[in-house]
Each structure stands twice: as structure tokens, then as C-alpha cells.
């Protein structure tokens, strides 16, 4: 993985291109959990896999270490990932649209159900959303 991102457009460190913004400080979290750093398993599977999805961890992580270099003293945070945004400003998490598909089945609530359940992200959601709207 590169260690050194070229960003562009509105995050350029170029004053010609990003006159607002060019000076700040930028850092690019990757991930491709599927559950916006919110996984965290309390066990291994019970088919014995070792694979554990350990997002809420790793994000934990990068925010202790971004917080030792500079970032607990920031005036202004901005995201590019409404997901990330919101696990910053502790919003409710996958809030999803429950419209009913072509077959009748809630088709995006179903796989968000198998994100949470597969990943321990029940853990990392707000205590007060999942007593009123279970997660499953």
C-alpha cells in the first residue's frame, strides 16, 4: 500500500487548484470492511475460521495515533466518507432506505442485517437505536 497519496482537486496541496484548502492537513484511511470501521466480533466464528472482521479496533487505533500527532488540537475536521463522517459525530449508523424491492423483500435491510451479524457491529452501534429497532 502506498504511504504517500496524490491527492487532487479539492483536497490539492497546490494553491492554484485548492485555494481554500491546500494547506491543510489531509490523511487518507482505507478500508474495505463493508461496515465503516464499526466491526467488532466478540468471538471466532463457530465454523473455526480465524477470520475476524476487527474494524472498530482499527479505527480506534488510527484516531489514538492521528490525535498523538496533531489532530486533538484541530479547529476543523472534514471527511469524504459520509460513513466515516458519521461514525466521527456518533450518528446513527446504517440507517437504510426499507422500501420494498420488485420481489416484494427488503433486499438491502437483509444484507445489512448479514454486515452487522457477521461482523459484531451491534457492538459499536448506539445503545439507545438498537433498544428501540433491533439490528437483526
Known amino acids: 500500500m502506498d504511504h504517500q497519496v496524490r491527492f487532487s482537486g479539492i483536497l490539492s496541496h ?3 487548484q485548492n485555494p481554500d484548502f ?4 489531509k490523511v487518507k484511511i482505507r478500508y474495505c470492511d463493508g461496515a465503516s470501521f ?4 466478540q ?3 463457530k465454523n473455526g475460521t480465524k477470520l475476524l472482521f ?3 479496533l482499527i479505527w480506534e487505533a488510527l484516531l489514538d495515533e492521528l490525535l498523538a500527532i496533531g ?7 472534514a471527511s469524504s466518507s459520509f460513513e466515516l463522517l458519521c461514525t466521527n459525530m456518533s450518528c446513527p ?4 432506505l426499507t422500501t420494498f424491492y420488485v420481489l416484494g423483500n427488503y433486499t438491502m435491510r437483509s444484507f445489512y442485517q448479514d454486515v452487522i451479524q457477521l461482523q459484531g457491529v451491534a457492538k459499536s452501534l448506539q445503545k439507545k437505536c438498537i433498544t428501540r429497532k433491533d439490528p437483526y
Open 93 to 96: 449508523a446504517f440507517f437504510f
Open 54 to 56: 476487527r474494524g472498530q
Open 71 to 77: 489532530l486533538f488540537n484541530a479547529k476543523q475536521v
Open 43 to 45: 468471538h471466532e466464528f
Open 22 to 25: 491546500f494547506n491543510w492537513n
Open 14 to 16: 497546490q494553491s492554484s
Open 38 to 41: 464499526a466491526g467488532h466480533p
